[in-house]
């Protein structure tokens, strides 16, 4: 395959992690679990990484597009977390929960380890492969605005989904 193939398949990878992850936000329409008695800012810690990480793959297909090497080594990393944040839920390691893990919360956290593979895998291979030089990166005052709206819509997600997780809605 060539490299904008291997581009391709991992802003595809990033962004189908992101739909995944954001299906199950506490309070959302499966994640209905019971975290109350998980200290709050544990939860809200845990919340602000979930949003982050998602955030930031969604970032990082703009900036896969536009041939960082960093976006790529980033892209890694992100398949690694997603990955990581399933295997503890699965395994019952954190967040644990009186109330059982719904089916499809189960189905999806597994379908989110299986779509972090080829992410890690194809973002691995393009770093190693890489025979460009970054350029440099400017962005117009529009991409600062969009940054901004990304912060505010992370910030209510962020309550949004530790205030159901402290309440088991």
Same mark, same amino acid.
């Given at each position: 395959m060539n490299a904008n193939t291997? *581009?391709?398949i991992v802003s595809f990878f990033l962004i189908l992690s992101v739909i995944n992850l954001t299906l199950m936000i506490p309070g959302? &329409?499966?994640e209905s679990r019971d975290f109350s008695h998980i200290n709050s800012m544990i939860?809200?810690?845990f919340n602000i990484f979930l949003t982050i990480l998602g955030l930031i793959s969604l970032f990082l297909v703009y900036f896969i597009n536009k041939n960082f *090497?960093?976006?790529?080594k980033a892209a890694y990393l992100c398949g690694i977390s997603y990955f990581t944040v399933y295997i503890i839920d699965l &395994?019952?390691?954190?967040?644990?929960s009186p109330t059982p893990m719904p089916e499809l919360l189960y189905i999806l956290e597994i379908v989110g380890c299986v779509i972090s593979i080829p992410l890690i895998f194809y973002s691995m291979k393009i770093i190693k492969e890489w025979k460009n030089d970054d350029s440099k990166m400017t962005f117009s005052k529009g991409f600062y605005g969009l940054i901004a709206i990304a912060v505010i819509i992370g910030l209510c997600i962020i309550i949004f989904a530790t205030n159901a997780a402290m309440t088991g809605k």
């Open positions: 291997n *581009k391709r959302g &329409f499966i939860l809200a810690i *090497k960093w976006s790529f &395994f019952k390691i954190f967040p644990k």
